[in-house]
DNA sequence: ATTAATATGTGAAAAATGTCACGACATTTC
DNA sequence: GAAATGTCGTGACATTTTTCACATATTAAT
Protein backbone atom coordinates (compact mmCIF):
# COMPACT_ATOMS: atom_id res chain seq x y z
CA UNK A 1 0.00 0.00 0.00
CA UNK A 2 2.89 2.18 0.11
CA UNK A 3 2.55 5.44 -1.68
CA UNK A 4 -0.73 6.25 -1.17
CA UNK A 5 -0.09 10.04 -1.71
CA UNK A 6 -0.94 10.06 -5.46
CA UNK A 7 -3.31 11.65 -6.44
CA UNK A 8 -6.31 9.44 -8.12
CA UNK A 9 -6.40 11.63 -11.40
CA UNK A 10 -2.56 11.18 -11.80
CA UNK A 11 -2.98 7.17 -10.86
CA UNK A 12 -5.50 6.94 -13.62
CA UNK A 13 -3.06 8.39 -15.86
CA UNK A 14 -0.48 6.29 -15.42
CA UNK A 15 -1.40 3.45 -17.49
CA UNK A 16 -1.73 5.58 -20.55
CA UNK A 17 2.06 6.64 -19.93
CA UNK A 18 2.97 3.52 -19.92
CA UNK A 19 1.51 2.60 -23.32
CA UNK A 20 2.98 5.82 -25.00
CA UNK A 21 6.46 4.95 -23.06
CA UNK A 22 6.51 1.70 -24.86
CA UNK A 23 5.38 2.62 -28.03
CA UNK A 24 8.53 5.43 -27.82
CA UNK A 25 10.88 2.98 -26.87
CA UNK A 26 9.84 0.43 -30.06
CA UNK A 27 10.52 3.40 -31.75
CA UNK A 28 13.68 3.34 -30.61
CA UNK A 29 13.72 6.86 -28.99
CA UNK A 30 16.01 8.07 -25.91
CA UNK A 31 14.67 10.90 -24.35
CA UNK A 32 11.46 12.43 -24.22
CA UNK A 33 10.55 16.13 -22.91
CA UNK A 34 7.07 16.76 -21.33
CA UNK A 35 6.09 18.69 -24.14
CA UNK A 36 6.56 15.89 -26.64
CA UNK A 37 4.59 13.17 -24.57
CA UNK A 38 2.17 16.17 -23.82
CA UNK A 39 1.52 16.04 -27.78
CA UNK A 40 1.13 12.04 -28.03
CA UNK A 41 -1.12 12.15 -24.78
CA UNK A 42 -3.06 15.11 -25.19
CA UNK A 43 -2.12 15.74 -21.62
CA UNK A 44 -1.22 19.06 -20.51
CA UNK A 45 3.01 19.23 -20.26
CA UNK A 46 2.95 20.71 -16.79
CA UNK A 47 0.29 18.46 -15.62
CA UNK A 48 2.58 15.27 -17.08
CA UNK A 49 5.70 16.97 -15.02
CA UNK A 50 3.44 17.36 -12.02
CA UNK A 51 2.16 13.84 -12.09
CA UNK A 52 5.93 12.37 -12.19
CA UNK A 53 7.28 14.01 -9.60
CA UNK A 54 5.08 13.15 -7.34
CA UNK A 55 7.31 9.56 -8.25
CA UNK A 56 10.51 11.79 -7.27
CA UNK A 57 12.35 13.25 -9.82
CA UNK A 58 12.57 10.98 -12.92
CA UNK A 59 13.82 13.35 -15.63
CA UNK A 60 17.01 15.98 -15.75
CA UNK A 61 16.50 19.26 -16.59
CA UNK A 62 17.25 20.46 -20.16
CA UNK A 63 17.50 17.49 -21.20
CA UNK A 64 14.12 15.75 -20.53
CA UNK A 65 13.09 12.15 -19.51
CA UNK A 66 15.26 8.64 -20.59
CA UNK A 67 12.91 6.92 -22.15
CA UNK A 68 14.11 3.36 -21.14
CA UNK A 69 14.70 4.28 -17.19
CA UNK A 70 11.32 5.74 -17.31
CA UNK A 71 9.36 3.09 -18.95
CA UNK A 72 11.20 0.81 -16.55
CA UNK A 73 10.00 2.65 -13.54
CA UNK A 74 6.57 2.46 -14.45
CA UNK A 75 7.03 -1.19 -15.33
CA UNK A 76 7.79 -1.44 -11.95
CA UNK A 77 5.24 0.88 -10.65
CA UNK A 78 2.53 -0.93 -12.48
CA UNK A 79 3.28 -4.11 -11.36
CA UNK A 80 3.85 -4.86 -14.99
CA UNK A 81 6.87 -7.82 -14.82
CA UNK A 82 4.27 -9.79 -13.26
CA UNK A 83 0.97 -11.23 -14.77
CA UNK A 84 -2.50 -10.01 -13.53
CA UNK A 85 -4.90 -12.39 -13.98
CA UNK A 86 -8.79 -11.56 -14.73
CA UNK A 87 -11.67 -12.95 -15.24
CA UNK A 88 -15.12 -12.36 -17.59
CA UNK A 89 -17.91 -12.34 -16.13
CA UNK A 90 -20.66 -12.71 -18.97
CA UNK A 91 -19.91 -13.89 -22.54
CA UNK A 92 -22.42 -12.30 -24.59
CA UNK A 93 -21.71 -9.80 -27.29
CA UNK A 94 -19.18 -7.56 -25.70
CA UNK A 95 -17.76 -10.22 -23.61
CA UNK A 96 -17.14 -11.77 -26.43
CA UNK A 97 -15.25 -9.34 -28.47
CA UNK A 98 -13.11 -8.50 -25.18
CA UNK A 99 -12.09 -11.91 -25.39
CA UNK A 100 -11.16 -11.56 -28.84
CA UNK A 101 -10.50 -8.04 -29.11
CA UNK A 102 -6.26 -8.91 -27.75
CA UNK A 103 -6.71 -5.21 -25.71
CA UNK A 104 -4.26 -6.53 -23.96
CA UNK A 105 -0.95 -6.45 -26.23
CA UNK A 106 1.19 -3.82 -24.47
CA UNK A 107 0.58 -5.06 -20.88
CA UNK A 108 0.69 -7.84 -18.59
CA UNK A 109 -3.00 -8.36 -17.58
CA UNK A 110 -4.65 -11.48 -19.03
CA UNK A 111 -8.10 -12.68 -19.54
CA UNK A 112 -8.02 -16.20 -18.03
CA UNK A 113 -11.25 -17.44 -17.24
CA UNK A 114 -14.85 -16.68 -18.72
CA UNK A 115 -17.79 -17.72 -17.14
CA UNK A 116 -21.73 -17.40 -18.46
CA UNK A 117 -25.15 -18.61 -17.65
CA UNK A 118 -25.62 -20.65 -21.01
CA UNK A 119 -24.73 -24.13 -20.50
CA UNK A 120 -24.15 -24.40 -24.78
CA UNK A 121 -20.95 -22.18 -23.86
CA UNK A 122 -19.90 -24.06 -21.32
CA UNK A 123 -17.65 -26.39 -22.21
CA UNK A 124 -16.20 -24.31 -25.19
CA UNK A 125 -13.29 -21.82 -25.00
CA UNK A 126 -12.85 -18.23 -27.35
CA UNK A 127 -9.64 -17.71 -28.53
CA UNK A 128 -8.00 -19.94 -25.59
CA UNK A 129 -10.12 -18.85 -23.05
CA UNK A 130 -12.24 -21.69 -21.36
CA UNK A 131 -15.79 -20.80 -20.41
CA UNK A 132 -16.87 -21.88 -17.38
CA UNK A 133 -20.81 -21.90 -15.73
CA UNK A 134 -21.37 -19.14 -13.89
CA UNK A 135 -22.62 -21.06 -11.05
CA UNK A 136 -18.98 -22.63 -11.00
CA UNK A 137 -17.84 -19.23 -9.72
CA UNK A 138 -16.62 -20.86 -6.56
CA UNK A 139 -14.85 -23.58 -7.70
CA UNK A 140 -13.52 -21.89 -10.75
CA UNK A 141 -12.44 -18.50 -9.74
CA UNK A 142 -9.66 -19.38 -7.51
CA UNK A 143 -7.63 -16.53 -6.15
CA UNK A 144 -8.53 -13.93 -9.04
CA UNK A 145 -9.58 -10.87 -7.73
CA UNK A 146 -10.20 -8.92 -10.59
CA UNK A 147 -13.28 -8.99 -12.88
CA UNK A 148 -14.90 -7.65 -16.14
CA UNK A 149 -18.46 -7.72 -15.80
CA UNK A 150 -20.62 -7.88 -19.08
CA UNK A 151 -23.73 -9.63 -17.65
CA UNK A 152 -27.14 -8.48 -18.75
CA UNK A 153 -28.13 -5.82 -16.27
CA UNK A 154 -30.73 -7.51 -14.65
CA UNK A 155 -28.45 -9.94 -13.24
CA UNK A 156 -25.82 -7.24 -12.60
CA UNK A 157 -26.46 -7.53 -8.87
CA UNK A 158 -27.23 -10.75 -8.14
CA UNK A 159 -23.83 -11.75 -9.69
CA UNK A 160 -22.01 -9.42 -8.12
CA UNK A 161 -23.13 -10.67 -4.35
CA UNK A 162 -21.51 -13.76 -5.57
CA UNK A 163 -18.44 -12.73 -6.91
CA UNK A 164 -17.75 -10.60 -3.89
CA UNK A 165 -18.55 -13.77 -2.03
CA UNK A 166 -15.86 -15.74 -4.07
CA UNK A 167 -13.11 -13.26 -2.63
CA UNK A 168 -13.38 -10.44 -5.40
CA UNK A 169 -12.17 -6.94 -5.02
CA UNK A 170 -12.18 -4.94 -7.99
CA UNK A 171 -14.75 -4.87 -10.68
CA UNK A 172 -14.99 -3.25 -14.21
CA UNK A 173 -18.50 -2.59 -14.63
CA UNK A 174 -19.81 -2.35 -18.22
CA UNK A 175 -23.16 -2.75 -16.94
CA UNK A 176 -25.68 0.40 -16.89
CA UNK A 177 -26.78 -1.37 -13.36
CA UNK A 178 -24.97 0.72 -10.39
CA UNK A 179 -23.92 -2.73 -8.72
CA UNK A 180 -23.94 -2.66 -4.71
CA UNK A 181 -21.08 -3.94 -3.01
CA UNK A 182 -19.21 -3.63 0.23
CA UNK A 183 -16.75 -0.82 0.54
CA UNK A 184 -13.74 -3.17 0.26
CA UNK A 185 -15.00 -3.38 -2.97
CA UNK A 186 -13.78 -1.29 -5.90
CA UNK A 187 -16.32 -1.36 -9.01
CA UNK A 188 -15.57 0.95 -11.95
CA UNK A 189 -18.54 1.88 -14.14
CA UNK A 190 -17.93 2.32 -17.84
CA UNK A 191 -21.21 3.00 -18.89
CA UNK A 192 -21.87 2.91 -22.73
CA UNK A 193 -25.39 4.74 -23.07
CA UNK A 194 -23.73 7.54 -20.80
CA UNK A 195 -20.43 8.17 -22.54
CA UNK A 196 -22.18 8.78 -25.59
CA UNK A 197 -25.08 10.28 -24.23
CA UNK A 198 -22.97 12.48 -22.69
CA UNK A 199 -20.96 13.52 -25.50
CA UNK A 200 -24.07 14.59 -27.34
CA UNK A 201 -24.86 16.92 -24.29
CA UNK A 202 -21.24 18.59 -24.68
CA UNK A 203 -21.67 18.99 -28.29
CA UNK A 204 -25.07 20.40 -27.97
CA UNK A 205 -24.92 23.00 -24.43
CA UNK A 206 -20.64 23.94 -24.38
CA UNK A 207 -19.44 26.36 -26.61
CA UNK A 208 -16.97 24.42 -29.25
CA UNK A 209 -13.04 24.91 -28.37
CA UNK A 210 -13.49 23.95 -25.07
CA UNK A 211 -11.83 20.36 -23.93
CA UNK A 212 -13.09 17.87 -22.21
CA UNK B 1 -25.53 27.11 -25.97
CA UNK B 2 -27.70 28.51 -23.48
CA UNK B 3 -26.42 27.43 -19.89
CA UNK B 4 -22.64 26.73 -19.93
CA UNK B 5 -22.50 27.53 -16.29
CA UNK B 6 -22.79 23.55 -15.53
CA UNK B 7 -20.40 22.39 -14.63
CA UNK B 8 -18.78 19.30 -16.80
CA UNK B 9 -18.63 16.69 -13.93
CA UNK B 10 -22.56 17.29 -13.05
CA UNK B 11 -22.99 16.97 -17.35
CA UNK B 12 -21.81 13.74 -16.60
CA UNK B 13 -23.66 12.70 -14.55
CA UNK B 14 -27.48 13.75 -15.88
CA UNK B 15 -27.62 10.71 -18.48
CA UNK B 16 -26.82 8.86 -15.39
CA UNK B 17 -30.18 10.66 -13.26
CA UNK B 18 -31.91 9.79 -16.18
CA UNK B 19 -31.76 6.47 -17.14
CA UNK B 20 -32.70 5.94 -13.46
CA UNK B 21 -35.54 8.36 -13.18
CA UNK B 22 -36.87 6.61 -16.06
CA UNK B 23 -36.36 3.02 -14.26
CA UNK B 24 -38.34 4.83 -11.21
CA UNK B 25 -41.02 5.98 -13.20
CA UNK B 26 -41.29 2.61 -15.08
CA UNK B 27 -41.84 1.12 -12.06
CA UNK B 28 -44.68 3.72 -11.14
CA UNK B 29 -42.68 5.49 -8.27
CA UNK B 30 -44.23 8.57 -7.89
CA UNK B 31 -41.27 10.83 -5.76
CA UNK B 32 -38.05 10.15 -5.23
CA UNK B 33 -35.67 11.99 -2.31
CA UNK B 34 -32.55 12.73 -2.97
CA UNK B 35 -31.11 10.07 -0.75
CA UNK B 36 -33.11 7.28 -2.30
CA UNK B 37 -31.87 8.27 -6.15
CA UNK B 38 -28.10 8.48 -4.11
CA UNK B 39 -28.61 4.94 -3.47
CA UNK B 40 -29.16 3.85 -6.59
CA UNK B 41 -27.41 5.53 -8.48
CA UNK B 42 -24.54 5.63 -5.82
CA UNK B 43 -23.90 9.28 -5.76
CA UNK B 44 -23.65 11.43 -3.06
CA UNK B 45 -27.23 12.91 -2.25
CA UNK B 46 -25.27 16.27 -1.49
CA UNK B 47 -24.40 16.22 -4.84
CA UNK B 48 -27.37 15.37 -6.64
CA UNK B 49 -29.23 17.77 -5.20
CA UNK B 50 -26.22 20.42 -6.03
CA UNK B 51 -26.32 19.10 -9.34
CA UNK B 52 -30.06 19.52 -9.84
CA UNK B 53 -29.78 22.86 -7.95
CA UNK B 54 -28.26 24.14 -11.41
CA UNK B 55 -31.24 24.19 -13.44
CA UNK B 56 -33.50 25.75 -10.82
CA UNK B 57 -35.46 24.60 -8.22
CA UNK B 58 -36.66 21.18 -9.49
CA UNK B 59 -37.61 19.71 -6.25
CA UNK B 60 -40.09 20.67 -2.89
CA UNK B 61 -39.07 20.61 0.48
CA UNK B 62 -40.05 18.20 2.90
CA UNK B 63 -41.46 16.19 -0.36
CA UNK B 64 -38.62 15.52 -2.72
CA UNK B 65 -38.84 15.45 -6.75
CA UNK B 66 -41.46 14.48 -8.51
CA UNK B 67 -40.21 11.48 -11.15
CA UNK B 68 -42.58 12.45 -13.37
CA UNK B 69 -41.90 15.97 -13.65
CA UNK B 70 -37.93 15.61 -13.34
CA UNK B 71 -37.61 13.11 -15.99
CA UNK B 72 -39.63 15.27 -18.24
CA UNK B 73 -36.89 18.35 -17.49
CA UNK B 74 -34.49 16.29 -18.27
CA UNK B 75 -35.90 14.68 -21.19
CA UNK B 76 -35.92 17.98 -22.83
CA UNK B 77 -32.29 19.44 -20.94
CA UNK B 78 -30.85 15.74 -22.70
CA UNK B 79 -32.99 16.70 -25.66
CA UNK B 80 -34.40 13.18 -25.66
CA UNK B 81 -37.47 13.93 -27.44
CA UNK B 82 -35.11 14.21 -30.57
CA UNK B 83 -33.27 11.15 -31.75
CA UNK B 84 -29.85 11.69 -32.37
CA UNK B 85 -28.45 9.63 -35.05
CA UNK B 86 -24.53 8.45 -34.84
CA UNK B 87 -22.53 6.07 -36.70
CA UNK B 88 -19.90 3.37 -35.88
CA UNK B 89 -16.62 3.28 -37.81
CA UNK B 90 -14.90 -0.31 -37.49
CA UNK B 91 -17.35 -3.12 -37.29
CA UNK B 92 -15.05 -5.82 -35.98
CA UNK B 93 -15.78 -7.14 -32.83
CA UNK B 94 -16.16 -4.62 -30.37
CA UNK B 95 -17.68 -2.53 -33.53
CA UNK B 96 -20.09 -5.82 -33.72
CA UNK B 97 -21.19 -6.22 -30.05
CA UNK B 98 -22.30 -2.11 -30.04
CA UNK B 99 -24.46 -2.72 -33.14
CA UNK B 100 -25.81 -5.96 -31.46
CA UNK B 101 -26.17 -4.61 -28.08
CA UNK B 102 -28.90 -2.15 -27.30
CA UNK B 103 -27.89 -0.52 -24.75
CA UNK B 104 -29.74 2.45 -26.24
CA UNK B 105 -33.07 0.64 -24.92
CA UNK B 106 -33.71 3.59 -22.71
CA UNK B 107 -32.34 6.72 -24.86
CA UNK B 108 -33.49 7.94 -28.13
CA UNK B 109 -29.64 7.64 -29.69
CA UNK B 110 -29.37 5.59 -32.28
CA UNK B 111 -26.57 3.96 -34.45
CA UNK B 112 -27.93 4.24 -37.72
CA UNK B 113 -24.81 3.38 -40.02
CA UNK B 114 -21.73 1.74 -39.68
CA UNK B 115 -18.44 1.90 -41.55
CA UNK B 116 -15.79 -1.09 -42.14
CA UNK B 117 -12.63 -1.62 -44.59
CA UNK B 118 -13.55 -5.21 -45.18
CA UNK B 119 -15.68 -5.24 -48.62
CA UNK B 120 -16.54 -8.41 -47.36
CA UNK B 121 -18.99 -6.92 -45.20
CA UNK B 122 -20.17 -3.86 -47.11
CA UNK B 123 -23.58 -4.45 -48.24
CA UNK B 124 -24.65 -6.44 -45.45
CA UNK B 125 -26.06 -5.26 -42.14
CA UNK B 126 -25.85 -6.16 -38.73
CA UNK B 127 -29.05 -6.01 -36.74
CA UNK B 128 -30.77 -4.12 -39.54
CA UNK B 129 -28.07 -0.85 -39.48
CA UNK B 130 -26.25 -1.00 -42.70
CA UNK B 131 -22.41 -1.08 -43.67
CA UNK B 132 -20.51 0.77 -46.02
CA UNK B 133 -17.19 1.62 -46.89
CA UNK B 134 -15.02 3.78 -44.96
CA UNK B 135 -14.20 4.97 -48.57
CA UNK B 136 -18.18 6.19 -49.00
CA UNK B 137 -17.48 8.33 -45.55
CA UNK B 138 -18.01 11.59 -47.93
CA UNK B 139 -21.26 10.45 -49.24
CA UNK B 140 -23.06 8.17 -47.36
CA UNK B 141 -21.99 9.91 -43.49
CA UNK B 142 -25.00 12.46 -44.66
CA UNK B 143 -25.34 14.54 -41.48
CA UNK B 144 -24.17 12.70 -38.99
CA UNK B 145 -22.10 14.22 -36.55
CA UNK B 146 -20.87 12.17 -34.05
CA UNK B 147 -19.31 8.75 -34.37
CA UNK B 148 -18.12 5.65 -32.12
CA UNK B 149 -14.65 5.03 -33.34
CA UNK B 150 -13.52 1.25 -33.21
CA UNK B 151 -11.55 0.65 -35.79
CA UNK B 152 -7.54 -0.23 -35.29
CA UNK B 153 -5.39 2.03 -33.17
CA UNK B 154 -2.85 1.55 -36.93
CA UNK B 155 -6.17 3.57 -38.48
CA UNK B 156 -7.57 5.91 -35.83
CA UNK B 157 -5.64 9.00 -36.84
CA UNK B 158 -6.36 8.47 -40.71
CA UNK B 159 -9.99 7.80 -40.28
CA UNK B 160 -10.29 10.78 -37.30
CA UNK B 161 -9.20 12.95 -39.96
CA UNK B 162 -11.33 12.24 -42.75
CA UNK B 163 -14.27 12.32 -40.22
CA UNK B 164 -13.34 15.75 -39.24
CA UNK B 165 -13.09 16.55 -43.32
CA UNK B 166 -16.85 15.39 -43.49
CA UNK B 167 -17.97 17.29 -40.51
CA UNK B 168 -18.15 15.40 -37.79
CA UNK B 169 -17.70 16.88 -34.67
CA UNK B 170 -18.21 14.37 -31.48
CA UNK B 171 -16.33 11.30 -31.67
CA UNK B 172 -16.17 8.61 -28.95
CA UNK B 173 -12.70 6.65 -29.00
CA UNK B 174 -12.72 3.40 -28.41
CA UNK B 175 -9.01 2.73 -30.02
CA UNK B 176 -5.92 3.06 -27.39
CA UNK B 177 -4.59 5.64 -29.66
CA UNK B 178 -5.20 9.76 -29.01
CA UNK B 179 -6.54 10.94 -31.61
CA UNK B 180 -5.41 14.38 -33.08
CA UNK B 181 -8.51 16.64 -34.19
CA UNK B 182 -8.70 20.42 -34.68
CA UNK B 183 -10.15 22.12 -31.77
CA UNK B 184 -13.58 22.80 -32.70
CA UNK B 185 -14.37 18.41 -32.66
CA UNK B 186 -14.70 16.84 -29.09
CA UNK B 187 -13.55 13.49 -28.26
CA UNK B 188 -14.10 11.46 -25.27
CA UNK B 189 -11.36 8.81 -24.99
CA UNK B 190 -13.08 5.03 -23.48
CA UNK B 191 -9.38 3.03 -23.39
CA UNK B 192 -10.53 -0.34 -22.06
CA UNK B 193 -7.07 -1.47 -21.03
CA UNK B 194 -6.47 1.79 -19.61
CA UNK B 195 -9.49 1.29 -17.33
CA UNK B 196 -8.66 -2.01 -16.64
CA UNK B 197 -4.76 -1.38 -15.66
CA UNK B 198 -5.91 1.82 -13.06
CA UNK B 199 -8.46 -0.65 -11.37
CA UNK B 200 -5.50 -2.84 -10.74
CA UNK B 201 -3.38 -0.18 -9.62
CA UNK B 202 -5.72 0.78 -7.57
CA UNK B 203 -6.33 -1.99 -5.82
CA UNK B 204 -2.72 -3.04 -5.43
CA UNK B 205 -1.84 1.02 -4.18
CA UNK B 206 -4.68 2.00 -2.32
CA UNK B 207 -6.40 1.45 1.24
CA UNK B 208 -9.54 -0.57 0.58
CA UNK B 209 -12.78 1.56 1.89
CA UNK B 210 -11.83 3.97 -0.45
CA UNK B 211 -13.84 5.07 -3.15
CA UNK B 212 -13.36 6.19 -6.57
C1' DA C 1 34.41 29.84 -22.25
C1' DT C 2 30.66 32.14 -22.78
C1' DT C 3 26.21 32.43 -24.24
C1' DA C 4 21.80 30.79 -25.74
C1' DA C 5 18.45 27.41 -25.64
C1' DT C 6 16.07 23.84 -23.35
C1' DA C 7 13.23 21.64 -20.05
C1' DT C 8 12.65 20.02 -15.25
C1' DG C 9 10.47 20.41 -10.65
C1' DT C 10 7.67 23.07 -7.77
C1' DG C 11 5.67 27.03 -4.88
C1' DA C 12 1.80 29.41 -5.30
C1' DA C 13 -2.52 30.59 -7.36
C1' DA C 14 -6.53 29.30 -9.59
C1' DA C 15 -10.17 26.41 -10.90
C1' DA C 16 -13.08 22.63 -10.31
C1' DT C 17 -15.42 19.51 -7.55
C1' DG C 18 -17.33 17.61 -3.46
C1' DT C 19 -19.28 17.78 1.27
C1' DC C 20 -21.24 19.68 5.51
C1' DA C 21 -24.73 21.44 7.97
C1' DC C 22 -28.60 24.20 8.58
C1' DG C 23 -32.57 27.50 7.66
C1' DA C 24 -36.78 27.20 5.55
C1' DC C 25 -40.65 25.16 4.26
C1' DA C 26 -43.84 21.10 3.15
C1' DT C 27 -45.86 17.01 4.67
C1' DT C 28 -47.49 13.84 7.92
C1' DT C 29 -49.07 12.47 12.31
C1' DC C 30 -51.68 12.81 16.36
C1' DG D 1 -54.14 22.67 14.31
C1' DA D 2 -49.90 21.89 16.76
C1' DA D 3 -45.90 19.19 16.85
C1' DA D 4 -42.82 16.15 14.72
C1' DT D 5 -40.69 14.72 10.74
C1' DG D 6 -38.68 14.97 6.24
C1' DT D 7 -36.12 17.11 2.60
C1' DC D 8 -34.69 20.77 -0.36
C1' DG D 9 -31.45 24.45 -1.69
C1' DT D 10 -27.36 26.66 -0.60
C1' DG D 11 -23.60 29.41 1.89
C1' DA D 12 -19.51 28.14 3.58
C1' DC D 13 -15.88 25.16 3.72
C1' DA D 14 -12.85 21.32 2.32
C1' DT D 15 -10.55 18.76 -1.01
C1' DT D 16 -8.75 17.72 -5.35
C1' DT D 17 -6.92 18.89 -9.62
C1' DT D 18 -4.97 21.92 -12.92
C1' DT D 19 -2.24 25.61 -14.39
C1' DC D 20 1.11 29.40 -14.20
C1' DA D 21 5.55 30.95 -14.13
C1' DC D 22 10.13 30.81 -12.85
C1' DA D 23 14.58 29.50 -10.40
C1' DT D 24 17.64 26.09 -11.48
C1' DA D 25 20.25 22.81 -13.85
C1' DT D 26 21.79 20.76 -18.28
C1' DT D 27 22.89 20.71 -22.87
C1' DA D 28 24.17 22.76 -27.24
C1' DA D 29 26.24 26.25 -30.00
C1' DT D 30 29.64 29.50 -31.24
Same mark, same amino acid.
Given at each position: ?7 ? %? ?17 ? &? ?9 ? /? ?5 ? $? ?9 ? $? *? ?11 ? *? ?11 ? =? !?? #? ?6 ? &? =? #? ?54 ? %? =?? #???? $?????? $? &??? &?? *??? =?? %? ?16 ? !? ?15 ? /?
Amino acid at each position: MEQNKIPQ %ATAKRLPLYYRFLNNLNQQ &GKKRVSSKELS /EAVKVDS $ATIRRDFSYFG $A *LGKKGYGYNVEYL *LGFFRSTLDQHEV =T !EV #ALIGAGNL &G =T #AFLKYSFMKNNNIRITKAFDADWEKVGTDIDGVPIYHVDQLFEKLEDTKVVILTVP %A =TE #ADNI $ADKLVQ $A &GVN &GI *LNF =TP %ARITVPSHVRVHHIDLAV !ELQSLVYFLKHYPLDTK /E
